[in-house]
């Protein structure tokens, strides 16, 4: 990671600067040659650290791939990374922000995983011309909702899609009465009501919500409580370390063979290794599955593995993607990093053919319209069984884009 002097050389400041040069030379710099100065700079603020560690670096790590396979290279131009560990800290988002935007002038903010985080950039962000926001996780329905804006892109989910399928997955299963459990913020909050909305317009019934503070993994209480409730289904959000301790949890209360769980797929996704038996017969809803039978799955899946050693993830498939839009947007612009209105234009109207989710396009609110999967753990691993939801598109309530 080499630092440039040339921090934030716009085309329109470099024509400025080389103007006289120019005349007197008769040198007139093509756009090529303008964007090969200086490094495009990408903020990344995702965390590195705590319980969604494993999907910060799925997510940095897939993106970087991607950006290795266009040549290291946006627009031309080479590109320079400032990373910043978000802690999932709600209370250091301002700060963070503010120095990525204001300090190192970075020209896209990737970034972040956790749904508050992302409403305090996007309340610091959406205001401005630039830089332009990336969100390749963080599924908080305001961020392309009533906060959605002109440079707020978003290539993960909001946290109504992969939920709403869920709840209708877990009626057609035949229950009528489940408790809902998840981390008491945002993304916790806006995805058990999207799986007790389609739940209930079912015909099911929500006899407990439990909130657990954010991001605490005691669970005995709770999982006493839904065992005394004798609900027919449990439906849950937790992700990363804390999904692990909450299905491994409620495997050893016993609940395991008497109240199936269900949830939007992060509840399984990337852990179902370390979950090992306990995750075994879980059906989560989400916008992948690793099984997918589509070419350009088995090439990121392999491509992947192959640089990291791991695994593929939805995290590493929204990393991916979000590198892919930036290679297409910067491409449109020949690497002029100043044309935001033509970045923002070309990043509206874009459409992924060949992502390993499948195919997918940006709505008018800038976040995916994309199929929504049934899986089940399968052999500690995801099985897809069938589409929940086909190209399915956040209702984007409060967007006035
Ligand atoms: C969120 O905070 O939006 C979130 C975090 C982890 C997985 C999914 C959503």
Redesign the pocket.
Known sequence: MNDSNNKGVTRRKFLQGTAAAAAASSFVPTRFAIGAQAPVRVGILLPYSGT?AM?GNSITDAMKLRLAQAGHKLGGRPIHFVQIDSEMSVPKAQQNTQKLADKEKVDFLVGP????I?QVMAKILGPRQGPVMIVP????NAVTGPMCADNIFRTSFS?WQPAYPGGKVMADDGHKTAVTIAWK???GRQMMDAGAEAFKAAGGKIVKDIQVPFPDVEFQAHLSEIAALKPDAVFAFF??GGAVKFVKDYAAAGLKDSIPLYGPG?LTEGVSKAQGAAAEGIKTTLHYSADLDNAANRRFRAAFEKATGRAANVFGVQGYDAGSLLVMAMEAVGGDTGATDDIVKAMAKAEFPDSPRGYWKMSGAHNPVQDIYLREVRGGKQKMLGVAAKALEDPAKGCRM
Do not use: I, P, R, T
């Open positions: 969604y999907l995983v956790h749904s508050g992302a996780n963080a599924g908080s946290n913020y945002a993304a992700s990363g992060f």
